[in-house]
């Protein structure tokens, strides 16, 4: 088994085989672990790959960031499959190192100064140098999200920077964040994180 330094670090464990023995459940919050498992669970049943999914991921602090996430099966050389293999980019990292994409790094760059404002499809794509149609081909190409899925996802991120650091009431800071009714925002926040917001705090 092999693990990056960064997720050795992210779970607070001195070495690799710190890991051996433990399950998903056991470093990730249940939601998130759940997903894990079945994506997991679907490349050992089709042998199928998985690319371009986009998830989740918590750092040493517990604050969430986006990652383009790829997994694929390991095949034994009698043709079963034996184990899962897979990496990880930053939503960030990834759009600025794509070729002939690098127009998305603007419009990432756009949304994250600005998630806190009503931001429309035009108003985006002009910032990106594209039209309309043109960024939401490359979004999908490069995340397999749509623009205001993306945008939907930056914004639960600050919310969560903001549910750590600040004593902000629930419906102040959905607004600060850019959600402009609370249920709205409490409705994305558990689809997304897999918990509400005030159980994120008290966690």
């Known amino acids: 088994m092999f693990l990056s330094r960064n997720n050795r670090d992210r779970c607070r464990f001195a070495d690799d085989a710190a890991f051996i023995g433990l399950n998903d459940f056991d ?19 089709t042998g199928e790959p998985l690319f371009n999914r986009v998830e989740l991921w918590f750092d040493q602090l517990g604050i969430p960031d986006w990652f383009v996430v790829n997994k694929m099966p390991i095949w034994s050389r ?27 790094s603007k419009a ?7 998630y806190h404002r009503p931001i429309t499809i035009t108003q985006l794509a ?14 999908k190409a490069t995340f397999s999200l749509s623009p205001q899925q993306f945008l939907i996802r ?3 991120l600050a919310a969560c920077r903001r549910l750590t650091e600040t004593r902000q009431g629930i419906g102040e800071l959905a607004n600060a964040s850019g959600f402009g009714d609370q249920s709205a925002f409490t409705r994305h ?13 008290a966690r």
């Open 27 to 45: 470093v990730n919050p249940e939601e998130l672990a759940r997903s894990y498992v079945l994506d997991d669970a679907r490349i050992f049943a």
């Open 78 to 104: 009698d043709g079963e499959i034996i184990g899962v293999m897979g990496f990880s980019q930053s939503y960030e990292s990834r759009a600025q190192l794509l070729e002939p994409l690098r127009s998305i």
């Open 108 to 114: 990432v760059n756009f949304l994250r100064d600005n």
């Open 126 to 139: 002009a910032a990106a140098g594209l039209s309309p149609r043109q960024l939401e081909r490359s979004f």
């Open 154 to 156: 930056t914004r639960l």
């Open 189 to 201: 926040f558990r689809r997304h994180i897999g918990m509400t917001p005030s159980q994120y705090r």
